[in-house]
């Protein structure tokens, strides 16, 4: 059972928009930046945004990040049937002193 | 090109040990932290260590500590993962990966713990 918790599984059409909630508590999101993070079997993750809303050099502005209080959101409009992969949320949880991520996302475009 | 890649993994018996490596290039490795991130077949990513730039600090997940070490050569930029008492659970891929965001990731090493 993951710290963070994110829905299983989300969907949409090709064009349209998702979003991907991700939720914490104070001791994790609540006073931590949150990453989000892209992976396809067998391949690297891959980072999307950091720092809850800011996306490295080479990520579409397709993909953006909110944060409030003890929770998180990840948006990816113009969906596209590359963005098809597994979603995942992580932070730093100064309780437990150790990482933490949600369970995962798969996004499936359909 | 920034670049990690991890070796080392491999079938192990319970109770058995493997030392995981992580070779960096493309940055100046001694400037970040480091960490290891496993996912289990069918599982999401778990984190289980990490540690500072220049060795000094280091952290574990609680399903692991006591049994994995984390260290670093920053002359060989190498980060390493010396794994002990190995159990089935253990089995996963392996990531190393950049800085306190995660900011890049290896191909990951798989390690596999059965009898």
């Known amino acids: 059972q993951s710290v963070l918790t994110q829905p299983p599984s989300v969907s949409a059409a090709p064009g349209q928009k998702v979003t991907i909630s991700c939720s914490g508590s104070?001791?994790?999101?609540?006073?931590?930046?949150v990453s989000w993070y892209q992976h396809l079997p067998g391949t690297a993750p891959k980072l999307l945004i950091y720092?809850?809303?800011k996306r490295p050099s080479g990520i579409p502005d397709r993909f953006s990040g909110s944060k409030s209080g003890t929770s998180a959101t990840l948006g990816i409009t113009g969906l596209q049937t590359g963005d098809e992969a597994d979603y995942y949320c992580g932070t730093w949880d100064s309780s437990l002193s150790a990482g933490v991520f949600g369970g995962g996302t798969k996004l499936t475009v359909l | 090109e920034v670049q990690l890649v991890e070796s080392g993994g491999g079938l192990v018996q319970p109770g058995g040990s493997l030392r995981l490596s992580c070779a960096a290039s493309g940055f100046t490795f001694s400037s970040y932290w480091m960490h290891w991130v496993r996912q289990a077949p069918g599982k999401g990513l778990v984190w289980v260590s990490r540690i500072k730039s220049d060795g000094s600090s280091t952290s574990y997940a609680d399903s692991v500590k006591g049994r994995f070490t984390i260290s670093r050569d920053n002359a060989k930029n190498t980060l390493y993962l010396q794994m002990n008492s190995l159990r089935a659970e253990d089995t996963a891929v392996y990531y190393c990966a950049r800085g306190t965001s995660y900011s890049r990731w290896g191909q990951g090493t798989l390690v596999t713990v059965s009898s």
């Open positions: 104070s001791s994790n999101i609540g006073n931590n930046y």
């Open positions: 720092d809850n809303n």
